[in-house]
């Protein structure tokens, strides 16, 4: 019954193949064929439509009678119009896919409309807490089950029904432990019609907003949403929007016609159109105020042109588009992310269709929207995107947990009121920044901050040329780093560093305007010229060096930055290695590190070993002692039992695949490994570290049961050989290729037997999903070719890590 609601509407017949691309209206001739084809099914099921007692079947039933002869006749009628007989189809006929598919799922219209029968027995079954049967097509199972059935798990999720379906199609429905409501079974059926519709790109068929509204008046309201999408565009691309949000959908027709308006009917928040000023053009406004004969608009094509009087008789109202409707099938905020998608997809092609009419922000304290105006009306914006794909905008989503997006001059902020007052904060601090400093912290930010001072010598290692090092670090961790804006005429801030003798780093010798006699190195040597220093840098020089500028004095037009050691006292020749007490120098430096707590404290590690790097002893007596209970979810650090020699065994990618199988952090920090996590993940991690040290899995050496899984291929065991890999016996399964799935799951993969190249796997991960994904990763790429490095183009990043695989 769910199979069958989801095809086209019937009072059209689109033509596939055709180069316009038009529908064409159902012929008298071809309407009469479909209503021959319904009789006959009818006929042929009446003992199943007799047998089906409920009023609400018989409406399935119908449904799927009339869906049977649509498909049979839509089929015919696009092979009919193409020339192309049933014995013409082959694999090389360019209309074969769809109308071969539309004559397979219309083959049998009786075993259809029987199935759909059969829907009055969910709903007994369901009061009786029996269990439900279905069948579906074979390539819907096939898609289904890809991925580890990861679209399965997530519609059980959604229904609360489980979903045991086999390759052939036949699919088991069982409610799970704690599903109480009527409507999850028929929910479930609805699922598996929408997942096919997402599939093949198919709209819904009313019975589904039907059936939607049986559900809901059994008391139970199922996790859907409807979006309204103007009708006369291009359908935006929903297998890639509902991959990223970890939802289904499809359209399901059109919304309501706009209200009729008689002629100077105007109200407030309509879109018109008026003349503006003396000009003889027409530009679009919104109402502000109506008036006797006069209306107060806002112009919407620049808000600095300010509010204008206009007159009636010269404005007209602008009409709605006729919109479709968009059900998105998902949890909550997934449902939100994915509307905020379909929103800026909108506003990129009808500019002012979402912003003319700015959404009023939630005050609720849970999940709601905000919306925020950016600084100058976005003048800033390209400081809130930073980079090709918008890096900066999903830093800033990582650090509040937020989902976010810009819609024309506003921020569209989707999470809990926390989360969407820290992004809204956040984001006047990103405008504000100058040159990669902030004055300050905003108290709101305080529990999304970590302020860690830096010692001078490590400035330029941590930095990088153009920030890169600390770019490449916000990546990686999901953070937001600002330094604090240094005081006027440089120096430090005042911030103390372990290990440190505070900032007492100047004192009396050398000042601005003394003579000395600096270093120049020529081919034939060294050579030593007078010269005057013109300022002490506040910045240090490559190896964290005071630095100073000069000028020479047998040529005054050239002036050098030299570094202390390069300078010596004129006639006495002594070296030079302070500078005079009254001048700045550059000093520590904080760096605000903005981020969720656990990428804030692997930001810290990591740049803790950076400085670790050229001023050894810095940490050496730093406490990263676990603080709060053992084993508890608070976030902590402790150092990791395995000697150096045998942390000398575990590559670094190795450690950092353990380390985000078990939601922790690591760095290397002198000599020391330290992990940062809740003591239970930093327990998992060091037994995790203990198997890629020894580089196998012994039975003695397993974790805690339940995480591991074996990944299967077609036998019992997933065994890598040639008749596995793809053209030429290649193994698709390179050390490239399972560490690219070792990443995209968060898992670790071992081999069971390292001996044997192609043996059996071995996945390990507390994650039951994340072990089911990356052993149906592993079945599909074990037939791919791998492919090389070089040719990988870098896509944008997605906010999760679900693969939708349309």
């Given at each position: 019954a769910a199979d069958v609601a989801f095809a086209s509407a019937p009072d059209q017949v689109e033509a596939d193949g055709d180069a316009e691309g038009e529908e064409a209206d159902v012929s008298s001739d071809v309407a009469a064929a479909v209503a021959d084809v319904v009789a006959q099914a009818a006929a042929e099921a009446g003992g199943a439509v007799a047998a089906s007692p409920g009023a609400f079947v018989e409406d399935v039933v119908g449904e799927a009678e009339a869906a049977a002869g649509l498909a049979a006749a839509k089929a015919e009628l696009a092979m009919t119009d193409q020339g192309v007989g049933e014995a013409d189809m082959t694999d090389d006929t360019p209309i074969k896919d769809e109308a071969g598919q539309l004559a397979e799922e219309a083959?049998?219209?009786?075993?259809?409309?029987?199935?759909?029968?059969?829907?009055?027995e969910a709903?007994?079954?369901?009061?009786?807490?029996?269990?439900e049967s279905e069948e579906i097509g074979r390539q819907d199972a096939e898609w289904l089950l890809a991925d580890g059935r990861s679209r399965?798990?997530?519609?059980?999720?959604?229904?609360?029904?489980?979903?045991?379906?086999?390759?052939?199609?036949?699919?088991?429905?069982?409610?799970?432990?704690?599903?109480?409501?009527?409507?999850?079974?028929?929910?479930?059926?609805?699922?598996?019609?929408?997942?096919?519709?997402?599939?093949?790109?198919?709209?819904?068929?009313?019975?589904?907003?039907?059936?939607?509204?049986?559900?809901?008046?059994?008391?139970?309201?199922?996790?859907?949403?409807?979006?309204?999408?103007?009708?006369?565009?291009?359908?935006?691309?929903?297998?890639?929007?509902?991959?990223?949000?970890?939802?289904?959908?499809?359209?399901?027709?059109?919304?309501?016609?706009?209200?009729?308006?008689?002629?100077?009917?105007?109200?407030?928040?309509?879109?018109?159109?008026?003349?503006?000023?003396?000009?003889?053009?027409?530009?679009?406004?919104?109402?502000?105020?109506?008036?006797?004969?006069?209306?107060?608009?806002?112009?919407?094509?620049?808000?600095?042109?300010?509010?204008?009087?206009?007159?009636?008789?010269?404005?007209?109202?602008?009409?709605?588009?006729?919109?479709?409707?968009?059900?998105?099938?998902?949890?909550?905020?997934?449902?939100?992310?994915?509307?905020?998608?379909?929103?800026?997809?909108?506003?990129?092609?009808?500019?002012?269709?979402?912003?003319?009419?700015?959404?009023?922000s939630d005050g609720c304290e849970g999940l709601g929207w905000t919306v925020v105006p950016l600084v100058d009306q976005g003048?800033?914006?390209?400081?809130?995107?930073?980079?090709?794909?918008?890096?900066?905008?999903?830093?800033?989503?990582?650090?509040?947990?937020?989902?976010l997006d810009y819609l024309g001059g506003y921020a569209y902020v989707i999470g809990t009121l926390k989360e969407r007052t820290c992004t809204a904060t956040l984001l006047d601090l990103v405008q504000a920044e100058r040159g990669g400093a902030v004055e300050s912290v905003p108290k709101s930010l305080d529990s999304l901050c970590t302020h860690l001072p830096l010692p001078m010598e490590a400035m330029n290692l941590v930095m990088g040329s153009?920030?890169?090092?600390?770019?490449?670090?916000?990546?990686?961790?999901?953070?937001?780093?600002?330094?604090?804006?240094?005081?006027?005429?440089?120096?430090?801030?005042?911030?103390?560093?372990?290990?440190?003798?505070?900032?007492d780093d100047a004192a009396a010798a050398v000042r601005k305007g003394d003579m000395i006699e600096g270093k120049y190195s020529t081919r034939k040597g060294v050579r030593w010229f007078e010269a005057h220093i013109l300022a002490i840098l506040p910045v240090p020089g490559k190896d964290g060096e005071q630095m100073v500028k000069v000028r020479w004095d047998y040529d005054e037009t050239q002036?050098?930055?030299?570094?202390?050691?390069?300078?010596?006292?004129?006639?006495?020749?002594?070296?030079?290695?302070?500078?005079?007490?009254?001048?700045?120098?550059?000093?520590?430096?904080?760096?605000?590190?903005?981020?969720?707590?656990?990428?804030?404290?692997?930001?810290?590690?990591?740049?803790?070993?950076?400085?670790?790097?050229?001023?050894?002893?810095?940490?050496?007596?730093?406490?990263?002692?676990p603080k709060g209970e053992d084993g508890g979810s608070e976030v902590s650090t402790e150092v990791c039992a395995f000697t150096e020699e045998e942390l000398g065994k575990c590559p670094e990618q190795r450690r950092k695949a353990a380390a985000a199988a078990t939601n922790c952090g690591c760095a290397i920090v002198g000599s020391r490994c330290i992990i940062a996590g809740s003591g239970e993940d930093r327990a998992r991690y060091q037994e995790y570290l203990r198997l890629v040290i020894a580089a196998a899995v012994p039975a003695s050496s397993r974790p805690a049961a339940g995480e591991v899984a074996i990944a299967q291929g077609e036998s019992a065991r997933f065994e890598r050989s040639s008749?596995?890999?793809?053209?030429?016996?290649?193994?698709?399964?390179?050390?490239?290729?399972?560490?690219?799935?070792?990443?995209?799951?968060k898992t670790l993969i071992f081999s069971e037997d390292p001996s044997q190249a192609r043996g059996a796997l071995i996945v390990v991960s507390p994650v039951e999903d994340a072990r089911h994904r990356a052993v149906g990763l592993l079945e599909r790429k074990q037939h791919e070719r791998p492919v090389s490095k070089t040719k990988v183009v870098p896509q944008e990043e997605d906010d999760d890590d679900f693969d939708y695989g349309a």
């Open positions: 083959a049998d219209p009786v075993g259809e409309a029987q199935a759909a029968a059969e829907g009055d709903g007994a079954a369901q009061e009786t807490g029996e269990d399965l798990r997530l519609m059980a999720s959604w229904s609360g029904v489980s979903f045991n379906l086999s390759p052939e199609g036949r699919v088991k429905l069982e409610g799970m432990e704690g599903t109480t409501h009527f409507g999850a079974i028929l929910f479930a059926e609805l699922l598996l019609g929408m997942a096919r519709a997402c599939r093949l790109g198919f709209d819904l068929a009313p019975l589904f907003a039907d059936t939607l509204t049986e559900i809901e008046q059994s008391g139970w309201t199922p996790p859907v949403s409807v979006i309204e999408v103007p009708s006369k565009e291009a359908r935006p691309p929903l297998a890639v929007f509902c991959g990223q949000t970890q939802t289904f959908a499809a359209f399901g027709g059109q919304s309501e016609p706009p209200e009729q308006r008689a002629p100077g009917d105007f109200r407030v928040n309509d879109l018109v159109e008026a003349k503006y000023g003396k000009k003889d053009r027409y530009f679009e406004a919104k109402v502000l105020k109506v008036m006797d004969d006069a209306l107060l608009v806002k112009w919407t094509y620049d808000d600095d042109v300010p509010p204008a009087e206009v007159p009636k008789e010269s404005t007209t109202v602008k009409v709605p588009p006729l919109t479709d409707k968009l059900f998105v099938v998902g949890t909550e905020r997934d449902r939100m992310r994915f509307e905020l998608q379909i929103l800026k997809w909108i506003e990129d092609r009808i500019p002012g269709y979402v912003t003319n009419f700015v959404r009023d003048a800033h914006k390209a400081k809130l995107t930073g980079g090709t794909h918008g890096e900066m905008r999903q830093k800033i989503a990582k650090v509040c947990g937020s989902q153009k920030q890169d090092t600390l770019s490449a670090l916000e990546e990686e961790t999901g953070t937001l780093m600002f330094w604090a804006a240094a005081p006027e005429g440089g120096g430090g801030d005042g911030a103390a560093v372990p290990g440190a003798a505070g900032t002036v050098s930055d030299l570094p202390l050691s390069s300078i010596r006292t004129v006639g006495t020749q002594l070296p030079i290695t302070k500078v005079a007490d009254d001048v700045q120098v550059q000093g520590p430096r904080t760096l605000f590190i903005f981020g969720q707590e656990l990428p804030r404290k692997c930001a810290e590690l990591r740049l803790m070993g950076l400085v670790e790097s050229v001023r050894p002893g810095t940490y050496e007596n730093f406490d990263f002692a008749a596995a890999a793809a053209d030429g016996g290649e193994d698709g399964l390179t050390a490239d290729v399972i560490a690219g799935i070792e990443a995209e799951t």
